[in-house]
């Protein structure tokens, strides 16, 4: 995940917007490729590798870009291997 990081400085907002859609798409295609995760869980994962604000991890933001990846046949439609978080949990020595 911390390759998905990014800093965002830009000065137009809408601008910003869209690129924080990006870094959530991407990482959404990394850490839920069948778009099946759980919102919660899903926004849990996210900001353990991402450093973006509370309101850009939104459920609602975050359905409207799965919906979005979706209806692309970005995610969803391929089994895939389980995703393997690299940044752990307390209980595997991660953060």
Known sequence: ???????????DRRYAQNHVLDI?????????????????????RLSRGLSLTPDMLASARLQATRERLLA????????????????GTPEDGGR
């Not at 995940?1 to 000065?11: E, P, R, T």
């Not at 959530?24 to 849990?44: F, H, I, K, N, Y």
Request: net charge negative.
């Open 72 to 87: 692309l046949g970005l995610i969803g439609l391929r089994p895939t291997a389980p995703v393997v978080d690299p940044v």
């Open 1 to 11: 995940m911390h390759s998905l990081g990014a800093v965002v400085l830009v000065h």
């Open 24 to 44: 959530l798409a991407a990482a959404m295609l990394r850490l839920d490729p069948e778009g099946v995760l759980p919102l919660q869980e899903l926004t849990s």
